[in-house]
């Protein structure tokens, strides 16, 4: 990886040494360890995970002494160049320099290993791996919760094998870890529809919050969480009263949700790249947005663009379709551009089952949630890009939710007839 493309951000090249490659082996060797573990605490998933394991693997080792793989070039490179640029500082420096909630994190977040180990390619890839087999597990785990075995193992097959999340699960992007931190919202979720637990909620918000940090946007998850659980406690607040009862807990929980809400609604807290609740239809801002990215081979059609806010009632649900089911055969310019067609064929397949599985969606109180979370995410993320090669890699964010949702109607991989 990085041994003969200039970054067009005109940074140097790293040439992987006999040192960085030993420490970033050794990094492999804790993942076959963690995953050992993993496999004897939870049996169903053992074949599961150590297949998701090799593959990444043999994909990350073919990455980074092969052929460099799809997007290792430009942010990946100025990530991992801004990682090690903040490890000159040492360890106690690195950790004083947090950067707060925006782009720069996940370059902070991996300067804290590089200031203790050095500068090693394999063990910042050999993280993202790290949690791009805590995206499986949770799937996994979800899934059993929602579903039932049979459906869970379909899940984390499914997880284990999808293109995109190996890819992104080994090259040096934030893309795995929002997945990861998703589910880990997800998993609470689930776990407060079935009992309004203080700790699913600690569990959701971490998920959100963790989330947030190296996606500043996926932060609207937690706050529509907010808005159906303070909903869901007003409606138990309001019976305990007629029953002469007040439910301190559900009060509680109603002011928290109301004071955040409050706040974004009134456009004080705002969210990188959108703002405040104000400005979240404004037409300049979202034009913008859009001719700032709609660029190069990969663009959207000129058509797309806004022009008019009327436009935005047939448009965007049209951008929607783009951001989820783009490249098309006919968009393809160049050879690369058929792995993205592939990707947003899976994607069709994915939207289709979760169409098909709709009735039992919307019956179920967490299932419905996640899918209005996603379709939020969909929306927001189909305004803010405005090319298919963007659309391949933000949509990886969510695809473990929609995995979920079409869970039962996976089909089930023949060569695993006997699990």
Not at 47 to 70: E, S, T
Not at 157 to 171: D, E, G, K, N
Not at 316 to 337: C, D, E, G, T
């Amino acid at each position: 990886m990085y041994k003969e493309q200039v970054n067009k951000y005109g940074l140097e090249i790293f040439i992987p040494s006999f040192t960085s490659d030993m420490i970033g082996f050794a990094s492999i060797a804790l993942l076959f360890l963690i995953t050992s573990i993993v496999a004897l605490r939870w049996p169903s998933i053992s074949k599961i995970i150590f297949v998701a394991l090799i593959v990444r693997v043999i994909l990350m080792l073919i990455g980074h002494y092969v052929v460099n793989l799809p997007d290792t070039t430009n942010d990946a490179q100025g990530f991992e160049w801004g990682a090690w640029n903040r490890a000159q500082d040492g360890f106690f420096q690195t950790i004083k320099n947090f950067p707060g909630i925006n782009s720069f994190f996940y370059s902070w977040f991996i300067s804290i290993p590089y200031s203790l180990f050095g500068r090693s390619i394999l063990m910042m890839q050999s993280i993202g791996l790290l949690f791009g087999l805590g995206v499986v597990f949770f799937g996994w785990l979800v899934s059993k919760k929602i579903w039932d075995d049979k459906t869970a193992n379909k899940v984390g097959w499914i997880l284990a094998l999808f293109p995109s999340l190996i890819l992104y699960s080994v090259v040096p992007l934030r893309e795995i870890y929002s997945s990861f931190f998703l589910i880990v919202a997800i998993t609470g979720i689930v776990s407060w529809s079935k009992s309004s637990s203080t700790k699913s909620l600690i569990l959701t918000s971490v998920g959100f919050i963790g989330a947030s940090l190296f996606h500043a946007i996926l932060i609207v998850g937690g706050i529509i969480f907010l808005f159906f659980l303070g909903l869901n406690n007003f409606k138990f607040f309001f019976k305990s009263i007629i029953n002469g009862r007040v439910g301190k807990k559900n009060l509680m929980i109603i002011s928290l949700c109301s004071l955040i809400l409050l706040a974004f609604f009134s456009s004080k807290l705002k969210v990188q790249y959108i703002g405040g609740f104000n400005e979240t239809l404004n037409l300049s801002k979202l034009q913008n947005a859009i001719n700032v990215r709609m660029k190069g081979h990969a663009s959207y059609p000129e058509w797309t663009k806004l022009n008019s806010e009327f436009e935005i009632i047939y448009k965007v649900p049209a951008r929607m379709a783009y951001f989820l089911f783009s490249p098309l055969p006919w968009h393809v310019n160049k050879p690369i551009h058929w792995i993205g067609v592939f990707d947003s064929f899976l994607y069709v397949i994915l939207a289709y089952l979760i169409f098909q599985n709709r009735k039992n969606i919307w019956n179920d109180p967490a299932l419905r949630l996640i899918l209005i979370i996603l379709f939020a995410y969909v929306f927001i993320f189909s305004v803010g890009v405005s090319n298919f090669g963007s659309g391949t890699r933000h949509r990886s964010k969510f695809v473990v939710e929609m995995i979920i949702l079409a869970g039962p109607l996976l089909p089930r991989l023949t060569f695993l007839k006997k699990n």
